[in-house]
């Protein structure tokens, strides 16, 4: 079991990597989606001490959010506001990558240096969780669009999960769940803002509504 | 088998098989199509009558145009003879002898660059500038990816790299090759001009990177340029496919083995040929540099599971004192 | 020893001659070729003896102990290495610039160049074997002020007079950090209560250490030309004449390399952070310097770039090798700086090629720009196959000698990165990926540079008037292409004799340094087999296909042109089209302005269009750092009035002043 975690932590990276450098909008959602099918299936492979009853649920619950009910909810913003390509980003695809492959670095030479509470965990496991996050953060930090940018939440959200698994030692399944809850929400409420903004201003450039500030 | 005698018997068999690989590319290419296809040997039978055809030069050209195909088939000759495709030595082999590989591709590259400016066209010079700038963005992910793998198997040869016989799909060794195989894969596609990131088969003047640079050859010169990219072909398909092929130590079921795995990657090439589009010429450095990202992951990973050997370095690996004479 | 500075003398007599002989241009103008070629072919027989016979010998006479100065040289295998390039490079440049200067039309200046000349190899030689700090940096001086009146040769065009200007005070900041570390080495070496800066009294340890390394560093780096303190470079080699510009970029920036390789060998074993120091200066010096040298049309700035892009190489070489140091890789840190030394010959060999086929080339067409060149390969056919021999060099293309030096840098980085400690292995990729971009985007740029320059037809009236330069233009080019091609195809020979240098300065004793050679030597051999190999099928192939075409017809026509009624010349690729994916996906850093007619009508007007990339750093670090000093400092200028009476006053004040401080 332990031989295939590390495959799968590095199937992680690889989808942190492919939100990076993907221009097109479904090919984001894609990859934001089967971030979260990896991350449901995370917990069952770590070997957590709880019910297995318990373990699936979250499971399933996980994916059906996740894999199912996210891309769903971006699916329909996408359609909503009719955009198919993302508009000219701020930090371009390749440069992105570029700096997605330092990120990659730093994460590997912070995260093993930090002390890992249970012996067990993949010494992987850490580093690409903040990988992911850290991803998560440059998406919302280097892009236009507002619906990347709450797939860069999204990511964001995927990283933190993930790293609660590594360090919560006690209930690591009633962090998971929480997390769930808020990104749930958030992917909700922020469909609906999406929505709205495009009906109001015609557009979804968040670099643009910097004119809504006050001073001239 | 003798090594020197089993090196060039390997040698032997890529120069008449090479012709080959094409062949199997574009028969996977009509099958996808619903066509019948050219014959398998079609190649050979292109080259033999290129071979016979006369020869008419440009005005413009000088000895760099006619230079052109004979060093660059040249260069690929020599570097098939550095590559061990069929896992053991190759004619020459060293350690290091991955960087003469790319070298030696490198002055394929350039010769046949120079020829098409000679020609003092704008087509060919359209192809050539973008052949230039497609490969200086290969080089990296190439040398990145060798040097994860070097350091996995623990050798900076290639007869050390690719010529071991275990491979674990679920270690995390594993995972490097599989990347490294990945981005080598997009390497091969870019350097032997295949779709995604050029189209062998077009002939519009603003579309062809590859087949423009040649378009003023005919004759004994294009069969030299066809001849030397079946080579090529074989060349980077052997090395994407040594990294997965087992070896067994028999020579025999090693070379045979070595054959299948190559045409393994020519149906794979052909399958990619039939079921993309070529992609726009702005998104080509983007996958060239995804490679590069896969490379440097792979690098990553080996350097967190493979610690570090005193393999390479000679016995007493202590300081000595400062002995420049001041 | 006397020997050794004998050719030196000789060279200041022939510059002192020359210039007497200022009245009488022509017969300056041979003493001065004929005199500085002896005496620098002397020079270098000299030093080859030297090398062979392993001469140690040294001399030192008293000169001002007060400020610790001493007339001290020494010759030991770094020098003697170093002074290789220095005297062989002088003396063919010395033939280029006979032919050269015979074109020039300022009859007095021509006794003034030659003596300058004959200072500046002079000085040169000096800078390697002199052993006292203040002796190499009253030398270094001498260097810097004689380079600086050759590039103001042609001093009544107002860019040259400015790219001289840029030039001085540049290196003058370059030496005012040399003599701070200087003075730090002296203090903290053994003998800092004597006083006396010999090298052998020089060191330091702890933060002095690293404080020197930084100093040297921002010293030696301005005359080496690292990226950022490179500015002067683009500006000083194109307006120098072609065989300055030579000798410039093949010897002298190399000296800045001498003295970091000098001042590492005064301290002890280095931190890891200096090996990743150099090697992120390397990358960016390299990938930075070839990035604008793609993005130039000028054939000299291009040229000038790209020496940037090799001090980067030679940097990512000195790198790797302290990174070897640092971890006692003993492999790793000989095969870095083995590459490191031997890239500082091959880089004088072909620069110095490079300069003098271009210098050749825009003389016979009478113009610097490429997109005004073309077809000059057939009308000067020696020029050019030298400059392909040069561009194929440049790039690291096997079998020449770019590709021997780049396989040792790329042999110490795969060692560590197969076998070494993470942050070894890690820097190691970095090398790795850095050096195969930068062979790649080199390809690129002497592809273009040779191929829009000399194929393909000529884009101009004046092109196609083009004629070969004379003899004394053409053997110096030839005699530096047929070196490239030995050292490519005896890369084992190089490095062998090159082995106990690379030992000394690695650190690495003789027994280890032959267990290395033994494991690398086999492979340089197998290179030459290789390169053999490919010269027979070459030859074979060729054979084959006129055995083929014997047979059958050889006919001529013209270029396919699709179609078109009048192809013209100026219809080919240029410089900046055929950089233009390159410099489009690079746009951030190098932020080319580009100026075109759009395009209006149905069918074709006149229109224009223009490109000019700035130097990033000279546009957004320095001129706003001297412009904020000038503005600064102009607040004093209410002080110059211009009264004389008030400056005495001045004066006299100050004298006052001293007085009461000195008596209180």
Redesign the interface.
Known sequence: MT??I??FL?LL??TS?WLL?S?RLLSCIAAVSVQGVLLAALPLLLGIDAPPWRLFLQAGVSLGLKGIAFPLLLLRAVRSVDARREMEPLV????S??I??AL??GS??AG?RMPLPAAGTP??LVPAAMFTALTGLFVIVGRRSAIVQAMGYLAMENGIAAFGLAIAEQEPLLVEMGTLLDAFVAVFVMGITIFHINREFDHIDADRLSTLKDSP | MEQPVLAVLQFCVALVLAPLVPGIVNRVKAVFAGRRGAPLLQTWYDIAKLLGKAAVYSRTTGWVFRAGPVVGLAGVIVALGVLPWAGSGALLSFDGDLILLAGLLGVMRFVTIIAALDTGSAFEGMGASREAWFSSLGEPALLLGLAAIARTRGSISLAGILGVTSFAPGSAGGAVILLVIGALFVVFLAENARIPVDDPNTHLELTMIHEVMVLDHGGVDFAYIQYGATLKLWVLGGLIMSLLVPRTGQWYLDIAAAIGGLAVVAIATGVVESIMARLRLVRVPQLLVAALAMSALGLALALMNNPPTAALNPPSAALNPPSVAR | MLLLLLPLVAMLLVGLVTASLASAPRAARAVGAIGTCAASAGGLGVTIAALVLGDSSSLSLPWNAAIGASFAVAFDPLTGFFLLPIYGLSAVCAVFGAGYLSHAHHGRGVAAHWLFYSLLVSSMALVVLARNAVLFLVAWEIMSISSWQLVTFEHEREETRQAGITYLVATQIGTAFLLVMFLLLGAGGSAGAAGSLDFANLGASGPAASAAFLLALVGFGTKAGIVPLHIWLPEAHPAAPSHVSALMSGVMIKTGIYGIVRVLSFIGTPPLWWGWTLVSIGAVSGVMGVLFALSQHDIKRLLAYHSVENIGIICLGLGVGLLGMSFGSTTVAFLGFAGALLHVLNHALFKGLLFMGAGAASHAAGTREIDRLGGLLRRMPLTGAAFLVGAAAISGLPPLNGFISELLIFLGAYNAAAAGPAAQAAAAGIVVAALALIGGLAVACFTKAFGISFLGEPRTPAAAAAVEAGPSMTVPVIILAAACAAIGLLGSVAVFLLAPLAGAVARVGPADAAVIMAGTSPGLVKVTIGAGALAALVAGLAILRAVLLSRSSVRSAGTWDCGYTHPDARMQYTSSSFAQPLTGMFHFPLATHRRWTPISALFPVKAEFSSHTPDLFAQGLFRPAFAGIGALLSRLRWLQHGRLQLYVLYVAATLLVLLIWKLG
Do not use: H, N, P
């Open positions: 031989l295939w590390e495959s590095v990276m690889i990597l450098g221009s371009g695809y390749s440069l990558l570029l997605g492959v990659l670095a590997l030479a093993v010494v992987l």
